[in-house]
Each structure stands twice: as C-alpha cells, then as structure tokens.
C-alpha cells in the first residue's frame, strides 16, 4: 500500500527538503505556492527480470504537475521497466491516468526507463501532468508495470 504526505499552503523550498519531500525541478516557482502530495511505495515491485525499489515516489503539485524518482534494475541486459500510474479517490475508484512529459509513440501515459546493463541500479526522474481539477479527490495511486 503506497501511503500520501500532503503539504498544504505556500512550502517554502527549506521547509520541505527538511521535511524530507521532494518538488519538481521544473515549475518550482509556481510549485512553492501549490499545494503537494507525495506517495511512497515502501516495498519492492518486482515485474518479471526487473525490480523498483522500495522509497520510490510520485510527487504530484495542485497545479497538475508530477514527478516520478525511483531506483530500478533488471537481472538481464536491455531490459526496460514500463510504468503507467492511475489517480484514484478514496474509494480507490480511478479518477484519470498520469500523461508522460516526454510521450512514447501511441501511449501518451506509459513511462519508460531502459535498463541497458543488468550490473547496474538506475536512479529515474520522469514526469508528468494530470487534471488539476482532480487534485482535491486524489487519495491514492495505483501503478500497472511490466519488464
């Protein structure tokens, strides 16, 4: 179960890497003055050769921003870990998808990290936007993954 850490007024950039939360590098000026939510998945997903490992989270802005960082790695060389995260409300009910910034062709919410060498654990930053209108009803996240 991923749990949500919310940050509600103007959070000043000290405040919150005291806090422990982390703001998306891009917009961090509008990002000061919105409100924040963070979801931590405090265990390990393993999808086929591939693993994310545990601390991985997904800040999301009231301005409809999103930043994915997490650490990934895979027992075989080229492989790729493939991610798509859902908004749902407190009913776990699925609100809407996460756009990637940075698209793959055909899927605008599929997120992408390539795993080149199965010796290495990879730091990934990906990011996206939402509906802001939705924010208020935003209680959890879910995440669909593959290898």
Sequence with gaps: ???IRRTAGAVSILAT???GMTLPTAGLASASTSAVKTIVWDYDIHR???TLFHEAKLVLTSDGKARFEGVVTSGDDNDAWLMWLTLKDRDGAVLASVYNDDPVPGDSTKFVK???NHRNRYRWFAYGTFDRGLYPLIK?????ASC
């Design 140 to 144: 959890r996240v879910g995440m669909r």
């Design 17 to 19: 890497l005291a806090a």
């Design 114 to 116: 390539n795993l080149p």
């Design 1 to 3: 179960m991923n749990r």
């Design 48 to 50: 086929g050769d591939c």
